[in-house]
């Protein structure tokens, strides 16, 4: 598409629905084109939810939200709260449409969040991880080394998501850990081996290749790290992005590591790190950043509770949640995630705290 | 079985095959009487040892407001006037295992047994919070400065769930308190108890306000923003986790567009009463709050959903009665509110279910008070308070006197005089007439 053609389908009728995300750059589009291409398909999103899951609809009925009035802008399109979803299975598709439902990895006891997919939605998922990591990895497929077991792509959680994703994008994956996520130190060696020095491509969750690759006194130049997850397990740790860096890219030689940021909750949320440490939102993805007590918009610059908003759900309505991670926006389609919010220590009567005690 | 770790009066532990002669321990009497000098001495102290705590735990200074002197001493009156042919002493050994970091809870019922003469063995669980630690490094430096006789009557255990150090405790008590949910009460129950023991239990109970239309709608804006001041000190401690933390609010008298503009005002003047205190509580709380909230709302039509603030969600149209909307069962606290409307006063009993504990009322006419509290009395609810004293600790909880309780009444029937004895036998035809002239005490 020559830019004009871009302008002319942003700015006309043609971006309507999900796929029609596709057409549009990853990452150049203007803030202002991006924001009226996302909006005319979250709004069409939100109809269309209501329309095929009742609970959703009673949701927004309850909050008063008119089904004669589209949001004009990000902040007014309205949300969930991402706990629904290790309450209710919300499905915007008949069973026998189902996929797979993903489960969030929750600890241990905790709730896990329940997302329905069908086809259609678990194929944008992989276009959207393809064309996420296309900016970073070229048109080719490079090797692959997935820090994470071979069971893990045939489960349900987060990891598995993450996993599935990736494997499309390498060219012959091979599986860095066995079963007992445990380092298979001969697999490895035989992989670094034929691939050292070109590149290629090493995807896992932050902190299993910390806890396994960091230490493990291996050579992996050449290799762009991927990794996804979250800092918070490292955090307990002391470690942090800077470190992480330190070790893998000064010590173990990797050639770039950028993070991503996304949740189960959310197909299409693939935020990646760029050059500059910052996250990016692609242009079917969008964050917002809301003030943790009066919930308002919160101004650029200024911490808030993430709202992550993507144009690819359409099994279930997840377009536009509420998430518990606190986070900058620092210009439009640029953030940085702080963390999750403090949960205090449980109070009260009840026995499920009792039995957290 | 495992052992336990002795908090106070010193730090020890106790291993597991030390745990029966630790216990026999514990079952030995005390020589306090209630209201012991040595006692009120040790609670001047502890006074001030809370008060210097509570800038970083605040539910502290309601603590220590409440053990103040001349509090005290109004409490020892009534029940020296207690006109019951009766003589309180210690009931001897009290085991207290209190609920998750509601910690006052447990302070206040500690302090009156303490008050009333009792050894109270507390047991806390295995991770303290920030406001039990504080409460107990309080208690540890006033007991710095307390008589021995007073130190030995306060011990505090840690253990993780194991009910056969439960049981090992259990044996050496003469009462045994419990509060939890059902299941935590039911479980705990079932540990043995010596036959000359008793149980008494507190499961899980709920609170409403209950706001007369007319009072509120007569509130100038000064008055407004004092029972949203008060409707926050009631929901918001403890994250509006407590079982006297209002987590309703039932509009009396009132409906259509009237209560639309009254609600929209008080609930503006909660929030702005949330901004001026700047700390409604955590925004996790909050946000599971909305994530509840959305949950119900999900369930079925006719139902609103406000989530005005991450620390305020309102859901109007609850059914209350009966729980029929499972509202108490699920409720996580963090600022959630049911919304419930009924045209008059004689409509409000319907709501209440056995688990209410705690009516707090605005605007209720004094003349209708009496019978309200007996209709929502018979219903379940244990005390009826006025807004902004939900929280108010007092000897009467969940509808028993602790002081009763907390304390064996040694029955002394007043002996009669030679004269009444004659009289007495006579017949009951004079009985009457002659205790009505003699004005002496009734026989028992």
């Known amino acids: 598409m020559t830019r004009d053609d871009v302008g002319a389908a942003v700015a006309g009728t043609s971006v309507r629905v999900p796929d029609d995300l596709f057409a549009l750059p990853v990452y150049d589009l203007p803030a202002a084109e991006r924001a009226t291409a996302l909006l005319a398909v979250l709004n069409g999103l939100t109809d269309r939810h209501r329309d095929a899951c009742v609970e959703y609809d009673r949701v927004l009925t309850a909050s008063a939200v008119a089904r004669s009035r589209p949001a004009e802008t990000l902040a007014e399109v309205p949300w969930l709260p991402v706990g629904l979803f290790k309450r209710r299975l919300l499905s915007s598709v008949p069973p026998d449409e189902v996929l797979r439902v993903l489960t969030s990895s929750g600890t241990t006891g905790a709730a896990r969040s329940r997302i329905v997919l069908d086809a259609p939605t678990a194929q944008r998922q992989a276009k959207a991880l393809a064309a996420v990591m296309g900016t970073l990895l070229g048109p080719r497929r490079l090797p692959l080394l997935i820090v994470d077991a071979p069971s893990t792509a045939r489960g349900a959680s987060a990891r598995t998501a993450g996993v599935l994703g990736m494997l499309p994008l390498g060219r012959r994956p091979v599986f860095a850990l066995d079963e007992d996520l445990a380092l298979r130190g001969d697999v490895v060696d035989e ?31 050449g290799g762009i790290l991927v990794h996804g997850g979250g800092w918070k397990a490292l955090a307990d740790q002391a470690v942090d992005a800077a470190t992480f860096a330190d070790v893998l890219v000064g010590e173990r030689g990797f050639a770039g590591a950028r993070s991503y940021y996304g949740m189960v909750e959310q197909v299409g949320g693939v935020h990646l790190e760029d050059e500059s440490g910052l996250l990016r939102t692609p242009a079917f993805a969008d964050v917002l ?28 309505p997840g377009h536009s949640l509420l998430t518990e991670d606190l986070g900058v926006v620092e210009e439009p389609g640029r953030f940085h995630v702080l963390g999750r919010i403090p949960r205090a220590e449980a109070r009260g009567c009840s026995d499920v705290l009792a039995a957290a005690a | 079985m495992s052992g336990l770790r002795q908090l106070l009066p010193t730090a020890r532990d106790v291993p597991a095959e030390d745990l029966a002669a630790y216990a026999a321990d514990l079952a030995r009497p005390l020589d306090l009487a209630p209201f012991d000098p040595d006692v009120l001495a040790f609670c001047a102290l502890l006074g001030t040892e809370l008060r210097r705590r509570s800038a970083e735990e605040p539910e502290l200074a309601a603590l220590a407001f409440w053990l103040r002197p001349a509090a005290l001493a109004r409490l020892r009156a009534e029940i020296e006037a207690d006109p019951s042919p009766i003589t309180r002493v210690p009931r001897g050994t009290v085991f207290a295992i209190p609920p998750a970091n509601v910690d006052t809870v447990f302070a206040y019922t500690w302090l009156l047994s303490l008050l009333l003469g009792n ?43 194991d ?24 479980r705990l129950r079932a540990v043995p108890l010596p036959a000359s023991a008793r149980d008494l239990s507190f499961g899980n109970r709920s609170a409403m306000a209950l706001l007369v239309a007319d009072a509120v709608a007569a509130l100038d804006p000064a008055g407004l923003a004092d029972l949203a001041r008060k409707m926050v000190s009631d929901a918001y401690p403890f994250d509006q986790r407590a079982c006297s933390s209002p987590r309703a609010v039932v509009w009396c008298g009132v409906d259509g567009p009237r209560l639309e503009r009254l609600r929209r005002s008080f609930w503006d003047a909660v929030a702005a009463e949330l901004v001026r205190r700047d700390g409604g509580g955590s925004t996790a709380t909050g ?33 209350l009665a009966g729980d029929a909307d499972g509202w108490r069962r699920a409720h996580p606290g963090g600022g959630l509110f049911a919304e419930a409307v009924v045209g008059d006063l004689a409509a409000v009993p319907e709501l209440i279910v056995r688990s209410d504990q705690t009516l707090t009322v605005f605007g209720v006419p004094d003349e209708h008070r009496p019978a309200l509290v007996d209709a929502v ?34 029955h002394r029937p007043v002996a009669r005089t030679p004269q009444q004895a004659e009289r007495g036998s006579g017949a009951a035809r004079s009985a009457t007439a002659a205790s009505t002239a003699q004005g002496s005490p009734t026989l028992s």
């Open chain 2, 119 to 161: 050894r109270t063995v507390l047991r806390v669980p295995g991770r303290a919070g920030t406001q039990l630690a504080a409460l107990v490094e309080a208690i540890r430096a006033a007991l710095g400065g307390a008589s021995p006789r007073v130190v030995l009557a306060t011990v505090v255990v840690s253990y993780g769930h």
């Open chain 1, 289 to 316: 950043a809301r003030h943790p007590r009066t919930l308002a918009p919160q101004p650029l610059g200024e911490p808030g509770l993430l709202q992550v908003f993507s144009g690819l759900p359409t099994s279930y």
């Open chain 1, 191 to 221: 992989f670094l081996d034929a691939h050292r020095g070109q590149p290629f491509l090493v995807f896992g969750f932050t902190w299993l290749v910390w806890t396994r690759l960091a230490a493990s006194g291996r050579d992996f130049s």
């Open chain 2, 163 to 186: 009910d056969d150090v439960t049981a090992a405790l259990s044996d050496a008590c003469d009462l045994r308190i419990v509060w939890g949910g059902d299941e935590t009460v039911r």
């Open chain 2, 287 to 319: 946000l599971d709050a909305i994530a509840t909230a959305a949950d119900l709302v999900a369930t079925r039509d006719g139902l609103h959903l406000d989530a005005m603030r991450a620390d305020l969600t309102v859901v109007g149209g609850v059914d």
């Open chain 2, 377 to 410: 009395g018979r219903r379940g609810i244990d005390r009826v308070v006025p807004v902004g004293s939900a929280l108010t600790f007092s000897r009467y909880w969940d509808g028993i006197d602790l002081l009763v309780e907390l304390t064996r009444g040694v």
